[in-house]
């Protein structure tokens, strides 16, 4: 397999990990979670989630900058929204930005003080960072579909 084609294919192994668990987490684990004020049943799934996820992230940004890098090397474009090529990008770094806020937030500010009174605190966080993810993949699927060009 050639540079692009493993570098694709690591990229999507990492959005199914990032986009699929954050789905499993805000559709499945925190509604129950939310019924019956179990901010234990989070607290579990997040810390097993944690050590697939965390890299899966880490997987994501460094194929994601080296993918740029290959449809547009001058990195100076990335932002330049008349671009349909370096709009993607930009827009894809701003989704990067608030998933890193959110998470440095629920990481220092919520999680620290997470109990069942105050989990709906957390899920304010969860479908967020769950609706940016879903966003991810639609911005790089348009990188081949088309659709914000
Ligand atoms: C969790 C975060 C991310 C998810 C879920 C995600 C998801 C995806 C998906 C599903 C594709 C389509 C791949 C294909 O057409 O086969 C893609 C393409 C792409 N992504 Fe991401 N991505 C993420 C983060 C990033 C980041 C941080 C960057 C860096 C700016 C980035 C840059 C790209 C580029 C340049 C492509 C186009 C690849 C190509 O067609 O040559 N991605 N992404």
Sequence with gaps: MNLYGTLIVL???????WVGGHLVLACSVLPKALRTRDAG???RYEEGYERV??????VQVITGIWLSHIKLPDP???????NPVGRLIG????????????AIDARFRI??????ENLVSLAWHIV???????LFLI??????????Y
């Design 11 to 17: 990229h999507l192994l990492g959005a199914s990990i």
């Design 41 to 43: 049943a989070v607290r």
């Design 53 to 58: 996820g965390i890299p899966a992230l880490i």
């Design 76 to 82: 100076s474009l990335w932002f330049d929204f008349s």
């Design 91 to 102: 827009i894809k770094l701003i989704l990067l930005a608030a998933t890193v806020g959110l």
């Design 111 to 116: 999680i620290p003080k997470l109990s069942d």
């Design 128 to 134: 967020p960072v769950t609706l940016v993810a879903v």
């Design 139 to 148: 911005v790089g699927a348009s990188f081949r579909i088309g659709w914000m």
